[in-house]
T-cell receptor, first 113, second 108 residues
Framework: DTAVSQTPKYLVTQMGNDKSIKCEQNLGHDTMYWYKQDSKKFLKIMFSYNNKELIINETVPNRFSPKSPDKAHLNLHINSLELGDSAVYFC????????????FGNGTRLTVT | RKEVEQDPGPFNVPEGATVAFNCTYSNSASQSFFWYRQDCRKEPKLLMSVYSSGNEDGRFTAQLNRASQYISLLIRDSKLSDSATYLCVASGYSTLTFGKGTMLLVSP
């Protein structure tokens, strides 16, 4: 069984559109994350939720809105997509905040044209 | 100063070689450290945790130097399948911070 699963795997869309990426983990972890990996391969934290509560919100445009309906799910909605949003978005989960290793989903490759 | 710094490489080594990567971190309060491996177009996967006393897992040895704030990864007897990007990770104030990774290319 897949531990952290995210969909879709690929997403190609035009500028200005709104899109969502879904993530689910079946590890029983309390904390979930969204990371962005850009073309330079730098993996940067965007958001972190612990038991459905937002605990990290890095400097991310407010066009990005995470939603956590329960602690096993953390979705990412992006409004008014821009070319610079093209990247790979990874969902991850961990047992604890900060000190536990992360388990990543297989990523969503977003291409904005 | 970047929080976690690594030499991006690439490190080109022949099969069977020993190769070492270093990584420095800026947050002296970091408590947990890890090495991840990321293959091309794949997600990062945990390679090993790094403990204060140093730890070994098969051909891989990780060490932590808190005084100098650096972490190392040693790979012995390199295999072709070791070719990947190795990410150094340190715990931050409320999450884990990743370095940009060091690329390793093992050739026949």
């Amino acid at each position: 069984d897949t531990a952290v699963s995210q969909t879709p795997k690929y997403l190609v869309t035009q500028m200005g559109n709104d899109k969502s990426i879904k993530c689910e983990q079946n590890l029983g972890h309390d904390t979930m994350y969204w990371y962005k990996q850009d073309s330079k391969k730098f993996l940067k934290i965007m958001f972190s939720y612990n038991n459905k509560e937002l605990i990290i919100n890095e400097t991310v445009p407010n066009r990005f809105s995470p939603k956590s309906p329960d602690k096993a799910h953390l979705n990412l909605h992006i409004n008014s997509l821009e070319l610079g949003d093209s990247a790979v978005y990874f969902c991850a989960s961990s047992q604890e905040v900060s000190n536990s290793p992360l388990h990543f989903g297989n990523g969503t490759r977003l291409t904005v044209t | 100063r970047k929080e976690v710094e690594q030499d991006p490489g690439p490190f080109n080594v022949p099969e069977g070689a020993t190769v070492a990567f270093n990584c420095t971190y800026s947050n002296s309060a970091s408590q947990s450290f890890f090495w991840y491996r990321q293959d091309c177009r794949k997600e990062p996967k945990l390679l090993m945790s790094v403990y204060s006393s140093g730890n070994e897992d098969g051909r891989f040895t990780a060490q932590l130097n808190r005084a100098s704030q650096y972490i190392s990864l040693l790979i012995r007897d390199s295999k072709l399948s070791d070719s990947a990007t190795y990410l150094c990770v340190a715990s931050g104030y409320s999450t884990l911070t990743f370095g940009k990774g060091t690329m390793l290319l093992v050739s026949p």
